[in-house]
């Protein structure tokens, strides 16, 4: 049986990760015939590509910092035959990127097409570096740079087309000539052969779909973290390893942004008895996603969002207004604008929309071009997003539990979510990190 194992970027970035990275296949060959390994770019170079496309000056430099990475490492970590070939194929794929750096730089202009071309680079760099290191170390593994999926359009954020990817992904392993087969996530192609992007920490739901299209038992996600926490371990010191999800608590916790993974992760797994474990490279501990929720499961995890902003429209003319709540949310539509959450009391007078800080101008600017007609008045105010997870909350007495701790901070806004295995607070900017904290005090002290 196949096993899918995914290599984040957080775990690529000098020899010792590498060591650690061999000798972790090496100890799934042991365990399964097959092995797909999934890879991100190597540690920030998505980041830096990101920013390459809004500062073209600076494009052609940082497109060779990137290329000197990937050499510096290879240099290190393959010799002989296999340093030669892969020197030549990674060189190959940079000369590639530094034309387009170039051209973005005298155009000074990326579309939405060519900004996910330029990321394309990223993963498929890392195939290249990562397969050549496995052959180095005696691993029989091939690198297969084209990406598995085919995908509509939507750059940024395409979506893929399952049946036809499903044909792709059987010709790539019926052709493979190795046992470990690296190929890169996050990216897909058009039927034209376009690039495209499945979206940010897009990788780890590269290796969950490639587990259903394969189908697999089991999905690993090998990063820098011993699993999914109790809270990101940078903002709560002493966050947990949560030892199993539901699928429900799972897809809450990361579309609430833990571990940064990509919203649709999960998704693959439903209807099919495949599990996700998420690991460490580095320490023991591990998570186990799959299943419904249990009896004995309590709370598990907590979030915090601290970048974002409420904006209240109030209008007397939104009452009793057939399409009036349309109205409003399509001007974040036609402004680009993810809407994080969005609430509207009963007596309709005001509709409220919570965003990412970096997107609300455009919105404001939408809104007020419709001040006078539908909208009377805007407010803006800086908050933060609270929200804890656990088959748990659907007890009374754990939602009282959580609702009297969050009601002393007065919250502007209290939402559940899926199979209400989630609450959401939104309260103002400086309240947020003491109520998550007080919140995650419950949630370790079990
Ligand atoms: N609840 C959480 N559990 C674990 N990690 C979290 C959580 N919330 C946020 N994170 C952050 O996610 C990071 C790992 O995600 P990411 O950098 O995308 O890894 P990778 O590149 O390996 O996919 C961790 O370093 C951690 O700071
Ligand atoms: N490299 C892409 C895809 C990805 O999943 O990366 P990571 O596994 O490092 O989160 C990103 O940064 O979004």
Known sequence: ????VKIGGSIQKDEKDYELIVKKIQDFSKKSDKIIVVTSAIKNVTNE????????????????????????????????????NSFKDISRLSDELFRVAWSIRVLDEVTPRVRDYILSFGERMATLLLSAILRSNGIEAE??????????????????????????????????????????????RTREGRYTTLGRGGS???????????????????TEVPGIMTGDPKKFENAKT???????????????????LHPRTFDPVFGSDMKVIVESLYEDGFTIINGECQNNDGLKGISLLDNAK?????????????????????EAKEAGVNIISISQPASETTIQLVVDSLSANRLLSKLEEIRGTLVKDIEVNDINIVGIVGCGIKKKEISTKVLSIASSYDPLAISRGISNVSMT???NKDEGEKLAKELHKVIVSG
Request: glycine content about 6%.
């Open 49 to 84: 590509l990101i920013s390459a496309t809004s500062n073209t000056d600076n494009s052609p430099n940082i497109v060779t910092e990137i290329y000197e990475r990937h050499i510096k490492l290879l240099s290190k970590l393959a010799d002989g035959k296999e340093f030669e």
């Open 1 to 4: 049986m196949a096993l899918i």
């Open 242 to 260: 949560i030892s199993r999800l539901s699928l429900e608590e799972a897809i809450e916790l990361s579309q609430l942004g833990a571990k940064r």
């Open 204 to 222: 780890d739901y590269t290796a969950t779909l490639l587990g259903k299209l394969v189908g697999v038992r089991e999905v690993r996600l090998v």
């Open 310 to 330: 409420l904006i209240t429209v109030e209008s007397t003319k939104i009452v009793g207004k057939i399409g009036s709540a349309a109205r409003i949310t399509n």
């Open 143 to 188: 690198g297969i740079i084209t990406p598995p999926f085919l995908t509509d359009e939507n750059y940024g954020e395409a979506n893929v087309i399952e049946d036809l990817s499903k044909n792709e992904i059987a010709n790539i392993l019926e052709n493979a000539k190795a046992n470990v087969i690296v190929l890169p996530g996050f990216i897909g």
């Open 425 to 427: 607070f939104i309260v």
